[in-house]
């Protein structure tokens, strides 16, 4: 009879990722991650190749397009394993989580994600189900963008400065947008001289004699040309 000789597993590599925006919460739990996949990988009767730690990278961003996920995708080969303790250390976009396991697939390589119970692409079901989650985490996180959006916008309805343009003639104070009292002086001369058909040229050396503010007649035009369109939505 003809004994084989057993193959050896394939190697096991753990992946964790902090994201920029919690880096220093999710940083504690590290270790306790780290442990969970160890853990794990032992179960398996596995030894851990190497655990990677993606610091700082948002999980909207693909594995691939990761400076140290791109490094570990190129690294695998067939029959190697890669894990992670939660779906979102993995990706937060469903297209690209399938994308990415259907690529593993191909190549060989077993993915595991820890909170779904282990192999998520060796089977139908696992892979129903991480479709499933994936799904989940893309419309929570599309609700969390959204909620941040309604948040910015009732800022701004409440007269705070929430970044981008800045209006001319308006200052930020305490986070707020406060008119500009010089400013709002010379907008009310320069719209009065623009109505009594004054040359724009004209307007702009009346503005640096008067209110000391220096400008060219293509700023003026521009400003009153918003102006014009601001009064008419008001």
């Known amino acids: 009879m003809q004994h084989t000789t057993p193959q050896p597993p394939g190697r096991f590599f753990g992946y964790l990722r902090v994201s920029t925006d919690r880096q220093a919460v999710e940083g504690v739990s590290l270790k306790e991650q780290e442990a969970r996949l160890r853990g794990y990988a032992q179960s398996l009767g596995m030894t851990v190749t190497d655990i990677v730690v993606e610091a700082g990278v948002s999980g909207s961003k693909s594995l691939a397009k990761r400076p140290k996920g791109s490094l570990l995708l190129q690294h695998l080969q067939s029959g190697d394993h890669i894990a992670v303790t939660k779906l979102d250390r993995f990706s937060r976009s469903s297209?690209?989580?399938?994308?990415?396991?259907?690529?593993l697939t191909r190549r060989g390589v077993t993915l595991h994600c820890l909170d779904l119970g282990g192999a998520v692409n060796t089977d139908g079901v696992g892979k129903l189900v991480f479709s499933i989650l994936a799904?989940?985490?893309?419309?929570?996180?599309?609700?969390?963008?959204?909620?941040?959006?309604?948040?910015?916008?009732?800022?701004?309805?409440?007269?705070?400065?929430?970044?981008?343009?800045?209006?001319?003639?308006?200052?930020?104070?305490?986070?707020?947008?406060?008119?500009?009292?010089?400013?709002?002086?010379?907008?009310?001369?320069?719209?009065?001289?623009?109505?009594?058909?004054?040359?724009?040229?004209?307007?702009?050396?009346?503005?640096?004699?008067d209110f000391g503010l220096t400008m060219d007649y293509t700023t003026v035009f521009r400003i009153l040309q918003a102006r014009r369109k601001l009064d008419a939505v008001a």
Not at 95 to 103: K, V
Not at 172 to 195: E, F, G, I, N, Y
């Open 95 to 103: 297209s690209d989580a399938l994308n990415t396991i259907e690529d």
């Open 135 to 209: 799904a989940v985490a893309e419309m929570e996180r599309s609700r969390i963008a959204e909620r941040v959006r309604d948040a910015k916008t009732h800022l701004r309805q409440a007269g705070y400065f929430t970044g981008g343009h800045r209006a001319v003639g308006y200052a930020v104070q305490d986070k707020k947008l406060v008119a500009d009292p010089h400013w709002q002086t010379a907008l009310a001369a320069m719209k009065a001289w623009r109505s009594e058909g004054m040359p724009y040229r004209t307007i702009a050396d009346r503005v640096q004699s």
